[in-house]
């Protein structure tokens, strides 16, 4: 069995050069191809390492060598030219001596009007400083407003589309579609719906009663806040790439489908629906494969994540743990999980103490035995690696529900 | 003359090029304060930290470019144009000094000096000297794709089109640059982070 590796292309790839229907290729594959996931974390850092290349400043001193020699040829094109100019100096004098008859005519009319209408001088004048006066200001604000156009226009933003309602963009309805700017939010009312364009890695459905504000738009990351309310998101970019914000945590893209949402409290639920998401908080970090879910709140960050199919007995002695600081309720989680939720113990054991982890240890241990040479005085310590080790190997059973045995084969054969 | 418009970010104003065509010298003054320093940082880096060979070519694009600007017709983007000859005249003078140069001289890497201000932090400064010297470092033929894609954010088209390559071969060559860049500084991945939340 052979497939296509994408080495070539993931520069283009990280660089969103590639179309719609080859990123999604790609995002597909480095998410399957260990190999070509290592390959692109490279291509990566260098991406973001290229980014930090900073501009030089030029000396001052070129423009004087510029102007110099530009002095020194168009002397010698003034040379070149002076005999078209002798042959032009009667033209020029017969010019100058229309011009002096008009002045005559222009002199004339003036006093004419002086003495036909003796204030009009004075009232012409003023009306003349007004005039100028006006024109100043008027060229003032088109200015002011051509660059404020121009700033608007040039702002990076995504294409929002209307799906019912009216969604509004900086207070102001939106039409069919509308264009999010950087700095600016998008309202939803009780009875409006619209979708986002993340640049050209996915699309964000956005549900009534929202408020979602894009902070950022560039190669290396896209950035969305959501203050409150429900939104879908459908990703195929690499990794960490698309990053939503909220209230509690920062919920970070590793090539997904998921549904967030806030409310006025600043607690959240995240709902990961294919893929993987990331919820950041300070030094807090959970891991969140599709089919589970994790709820955070302001001041805690994210709590411990769970699959949906848990028992609501779990599900609550977990939420008591994480955010009441209940330590009773340890023993319910540990006695009511199953094989599966060796994603919630593995999460617990770097969030209790000493002495409960290795109670969390000895559960986790008896669901699914460690791999060789992690050991039970390494996870009691914390020993990064044997954690990573762990979780590399448990891995496997919180995405096995969603995929199929052909591809679990796949996975095997080329990992 | 019609130079004192406002020139917009992407390119040259069309008026400040018509100007320059006229031989306002006011207009030239304006595109050269535009591209100075990104013309000034191509030719720097491409010869890896040499301010004063980066000075001279700096000189010639502009004196080439005001002395053919009323060849410029407009068909291409004008800063395709100018990229064109900033990178023309670097690989000739590239050329030029290679045949006096001894075997070895040439990958002699000077630390190009680059501005800095106050708002430079610590981690900020680490990395971007590390890939400074980096890309200095680096081939010609992928330093060049690398300048025109990081100072210029040019698309890989943009590129192919003033270096007379294919998007493939752009592709190719800003994969390599990038694989180059992570393996050297790969240990400043925590400095990295750093900057970034910096910045």
């Known amino acids: ?75 010698h094109a003034q040379q070149r030219h002076s005999q078209i100019q002798t042959h032009g100096q009667t033209q020029l004098e017969a010019t100058r001596s229309q011009l002096s008859t008009r002045s005559q005519q222009s002199k004339r009319f003036r006093r004419a009007r002086t003495i036909l209408f003796p204030g009009a001088a004075s009232i012409f004048s003023s009306n003349r400083r007004a005039f100028a006066a006006a024109c100043v ?75 979602v504000r894009l902070i950022e738009t560039r190669l290396t990351e896209h950035r969305l806040e959501l203050a409150r309310g429900t939104l879908h998101a459908r990703i195929w970019a690499p990794p960490r790439l698309f990053f939503v914000n909220t209230p509690s945590a920062v919920a970070a893209d590793l090539g997904c489908a998921y549904t967030l949402e806030v409310d006025d409290a600043g607690r959240s639920l995240l709902h990961v629906t294919a893929g993987y998401v990331a919820l950041d908080a300070g030094e807090r970090e959970s891991i969140v494969p599709a089919g589970a879910a994790c709820l955070t709140k302001p001041g805690t960050g994210p709590g411990t994540p769970f699959f949906e199919d848990a028992s609501e007995e779990f599900v609550g002695a977990l939420a008591r743990l994480d955010f009441d600081g209940d330590r009773a309720s340890l023993e319910r989680v540990l006695k009511g999980a199953r094989a599966r939720d060796t994603l919630t113990l593995w999460h617990l054991l770097s969030r209790v103490g000493a002495d409960e982890r290795a109670r969390v240890y000895e559960r986790l241990a008896a669901l699914a035995p460690p791999p060789e040479g992690v050991t039970r005085e390494g996870i009691v310590r914390l020993d990064r690696a044997m954690l990573d080790a762990w979780k590399d190997q448990l891995e496997d059973r919180w995405i096995d529900g969603g995929i199929p045995a052909v591809r679990k084969m796949w996975r095997k054969l080329w990992n | 003359m019609e130079s004192g418009v406002l020139m917009s970010e992407g390119g040259a104003c069309e008026s400040v090029i018509e100007a320059c065509k006229t031989g306002d010298r006011e207009a030239f003054r ?94 900020r400064a680490e990395v971007a000297g590390a890939v400074k010297r980096a890309v200095s470092a680096l081939k010609p033929k992928l330093r060049v794709v690398m300048l025109l894609k990081y100072f ?43 900057a970034e939340q910096e910045s």
């Open chain 1, 1 to 75: 069995m052979f497939t296509k590796h994408y080495k070539k292309e993931l520069s283009a790839y990280a660089h969103g050069e590639l179309t719609a229907e080859e990123t999604e290729h790609v995002a597909a594959h480095v998410r399957a191809c260990a190999a070509c996931r290592a390959e692109f974390e490279e291509i990566r850092l260098g991406v973001r390492l290229a980014e930090c290349l900073p501009e030089a400043a030029a000396p001052e001193s070129l423009w004087e060598g510029i102007e110099a020699s530009l002095t020194k040829d168009s002397a």
């Open chain 1, 137 to 211: 200001v008027a060229c003032a604000v088109a200015v002011a407003v051509g660059a404020w156009l121009y700033v608007r226009a040039t702002r990076p933003s995504w294409e929002v589309a209307r799906i019912e309602g009216t969604p509004r963009i900086a207070s102001d309805r939106i039409g069919e579609r509308g264009r999010l700017g950087v700095g600016e939010w998008l309202e939803t009312d009780d009875a409006s719906r619209a979708e986002i364009s993340v640049a050209n890695i996915g699309a964000v459905e956005v549900e009534p009663n929202t408020r």
């Open chain 2, 30 to 123: 304006k595109l050269f304060e535009k591209y100075k320093d990104r013309v000034f940082s191509v030719a720097l880096y491409f010869f890896g930290g040499d301010e004063a060979t980066a000075s001279d070519v700096t000189q010639q694009v502009f004196l080439k470019l005001f002395t053919r600007i009323a060849q410029f017709n407009g068909e291409a983007e004008f800063t395709t144009w100018l990229y064109r000859l900033t990178t023309n005249a670097c690989v000739d003078e590239h050329r030029k000094r290679r045949r006096f140069l001894q075997f070895g001289d040439e990958t002699q890497v000077l630390e190009p000096r680059v501005r800095s201000s106050n708002e430079d932090t610590l981690a």
């Open chain 2, 152 to 194: 210029e954010e040019m698309s890989y088209e943009e590129i192919g089109a003033v270096l007379n390559l294919s998007k493939g071969t752009v592709a190719s060559r800003l994969n390599r640059g990038h694989k180059i860049l992570a393996r050297k500084l790969g240990h400043l991945r925590a400095e990295l982070v750093r």
